[in-house]
C-alpha cells in the first residue's frame, strides 16, 4: 500500500464569504484530480477561516495583543510577547491560534470558530459533489514544547478516527502492545504540509491510499487538564 | 509534485549484531524499489538498535524502572508509573525512550547511543549500493504534552536539513514571514508512520519526491532548555 500526498493548486486568494468547498473542487478538476472512495483532503484552515468570515482588522502591535487575549479561554505560559495559551476549543498553541502570516497586513486570521464542523461541512460538499466517501481534516502549524520547529497539525477532522487506538493488538511479534495510542490525523497533518508549504501558498492537498475509515473529531486529540503534566 | 510513501515490506526480525543495512536493502529489492536521486529512507530506531546490540534483559517491573533510571539524562515530570525523561541525546519524552513493545518477553529495546550517527552510517551503505544521492530519518515514537495520542518524529536524520526556516521567506501574498521554522523531519517522520504502522512490523519505508537536500542532524530540534517554558 503506496500512499499518495497529492498538491491542489490553483486554489485562489479567499475572500470572506466565498464558497470555499467550491473553489477547491474547481482547483482539483482543474488539476486533473479526481477524488475516489477514502481519500482525504486535507485543508490549511487558513482558507476555512477566511470563507467563514474569521478575519479582523489589527491596527497596531496592542491591537493584536487585545485580540489574542480575547481570542484566549486561558493562558498557560507567558514570556515577552510569547503567549501560550488555550483557545475555546481546547487546544494549546500559541497566540491563540491568531495568524499574522498569509493575511494581507493589517488583518489576522482566528482559528474556525468550530473546525470539526469546519471539516463536516467541507467533506459533505466534497462528498455530494463527486459521489465518493471521503474525508475531511482541518489543520493549523503549532510550536511544541522541548522540540524547535513547527508542524502541522489536525484541528478539524470529519470522516476519520482522530486517534487509532492499536492497545490491545497484537504487535509484529504477536506481544500486546501496551500503550500504541496512534495521532493519526496529526500524521495525516503533518504528512500534507509536506506538499502544502508555507511559502508555496498551496493550502489543500489529498492524501490518497490511507485506507482508514471511521468518525471522530480533533477534540478526542485534547489531553484532559488532569492527565496533563505539562499546564 | 506529488510524494510518494512506499512501505518497505519483508525485513526480517533483526538479531543483534546482524547488517540491517543490507537486510533493508535485500527487502526493497525483493519488493521493487529501486531508490533514486533524493528518496528519503525511513527506519524506525528499534531495528536500527536491535542490530547495534541496544537490547537488554529485563527480568522485572523494578528492572524496568532502574534501566529507565540509568537511560535518563534527567527526569523532567514524574506521575505513578509515568515517567518523563530527558535523554542522552537531549530529546525528552516517557520512559528515556526504553521500549518493551515489538521486542520478546523479557527484553527492552533502548534508544541509539548517536542515532545521527546510525543514519549516517546508512545512508552511507544505501548510496554506496544504488549510486544515488539519498538521506535517512530515523524514528521514535513520542508522546505530547497537551494532546492525546502518540505521532512519530525524528531522533535520526542524515542528508536533510532537520529545520527549514523560511524565516524571511515571502509567504503567498509577498508579506514576510514572521515564525515559520518548519520541523520538516519531524513531518518526514509522521509521514512515514502512516504506511509502516506498528501493528504490521514494516520498520522501514521510502518517501519519495520530497525534492529537498541539505544537511542536519535531529539533535537541531532539541529546543535549549533556556529557551523552553514547559521544564
Redesign the interface.
Known sequence: ???????IRGIP?IRPGVDVAELILEAMRDSGISLADGDVVVVTHKIVSKAEGRVVEVVDEEAYRVLVATEAAAVI?R?GD?V?TKTIHG??CANAGVD??????GTAILLPVDPDRSAHRLRTRFEAATGAALAVVVTD?FG??????????AIGVSGLP???D?RG?????G?I????????V???A??A???MG????IPAAV?RG?GLVGEGQAT????PADE????
Open positions: 500500500m503506496t500512499i499518495e500526498l497529492i498538491p486568494e505560559r514570556r510569547l501560550i487546544f494549546i499574522r502570516s498569509n493575511t494581507e497586513n502549524t511544541r514544547p522541548w522540540r524547535r520547529g513547527l508542524v502541522d497539525v482522530a486517534i487509532l492499536l493488538t497484537p504487535d509484529a511479534l506481544r502492545m501496551d500503550v500504541t495510542e496512534i495521532a493519526i496529526d500524521e495525516i503533518a504528512a504540509d509536506l506538499v508555507k511559502a508555496d501558498g492524501v490511507l478526542d486529540l485534547v489531553r496533563d503534566l505539562f499546564r
